[in-house]
């Protein structure tokens, strides 16, 4: 009986990393897809590697906080509750993808992992104290360190990378075959400037796959792990086939979302969001803090800009008491490569709106299937376990 749950236990675990996969290619590579620099295949196959990277490298600091420390008697991670927590995890992540929002997988895995803690009496209190702190300093941080990029150095980038976006056609990055060794080929008629900007946003989506799996393999495995089913390596391996087989198929939904739908994002803010969001996360990885990337980044892309919209007013100005008309549609002001405006150059009125920035409908869905994923995963764990004498608690 005990193998048989094992196998059901390591089957909804490739579920749950399936629907990781979903999810978090679209943050990753949803610039690069909407801006038509390389196509959704191209980013599922890079989205598989990098992860898998991650997860190798930094992810079992962050396995071990979720299959160790958030319960204080791992005794209760039972076959029979590693397979209800993990279905619960997937189920949740699906519903979220099934609607095309990238649901936080770190908060959907803690909540239902802690709800069993809770359940049972075996929650680790001060674990869970820090991962919440963490939740919220690490935006927080984002905020601040978006804004001070934003106003002081965000049209100097803007200038230099100067990334034009170009829907539809052939895409700027493709894999040329022709020859013994396949090379990176690029879109005919491209400039230096354009190369030079589609591998940044590349990279950048690389790294952001690498800080995913160093935060978010935990959620498909650390249940498992914590009962003592397998060990780590194999674990880590079959985790990530599964989010690579997720990348390549219902991430498209998020692909979408992220790349087209919910807001026009310049890409040079797509860049700065995604280092600054994905270093907290890989910090947070190396001590063992499940985070939020999507969370995360969108504290970046309010406090860029933030911070971009009061380039209108001079720390003198505001001094005396002037106020500054403050909007993130601050960050669609810049086309891509002009000169950079002086800080108290512009007028209020150059500022566009937020309402330029993103789109109102789309925008809501995703907040609201954020918050929502998290809590049926949690709601639902915790009254499945505190009333269903099925796990024997």
Known sequence: MSEILLYAGVLVAIFVGYNIGGATTGPAFGPAVGAN????????????????????????AVVDTLGNDLITDSDIFTLEANVAVLFF???????GNYAGVPASTSMTAVGAIAALGFATGELNVGVVLEI???WVVAPVIGFWVSGVIGR?????????????????????LSLDRSGLVPRV????????????????????????????GTSNIANAIAPIYGAGGLDLGPLIVIGSIAVAVGAFTIARRTLDTLGNDITNLPLTAAIVVAV???????????????????????MCI??????????????SDAARGEETAVSIGALTADEEGERPPEIGEESAEDIPKAADLFDPSTT??????????????????????????????
Do not use: D, H
Request: charged share 10%; proline share 4%; net charge positive.
């Open 364 to 393: 809501a869905r995703v907040i609201l299937m954020q918050n929502v994923v998290p809590l049926i995963s949690t709601v639902a764990a915790f009254l499945t376990f505190r009333f269903v004498p099925l796990f024997g608690f």
């Open 152 to 172: 002081y150095f965000y049209p100097q980038i803007n200038a230099w990378v100067a990334i034009e976006s170009k829907r539809g056609g052939e895409p700027m």
């Open 37 to 60: 620099v390389i196509t959704k295949v191209a980013a599922a196959g890079l989205m598989s590697i990098f992860f898998f990277v991650g997860a190798w490298t930094i992810g079992p």
């Open 276 to 298: 600054v969001a994905s270093a907290i996360v890989i910090f947070l990885s190396l001590i063992g803090i499940p985070a939020s990337f999507v969370v995360v980044a969108t």
């Open 89 to 95: 995890i997937g189920g949740a992540l699906f519903i």
């Open 132 to 134: 919440a702190i963490w």
């Open 302 to 315: 309010v406090g860029l800009g933030w911070g971009r919209a009061t380039r209108t007013t001079t720390l």
């Open 185 to 212: 080929a690029y879109r005919a008629g491209s400039g230096r400037r354009q190369r030079t900007g589609a591998i940044v946003v590349v990279v950048i989506g690389c790294l952001m796959a690498f800080s995913s």
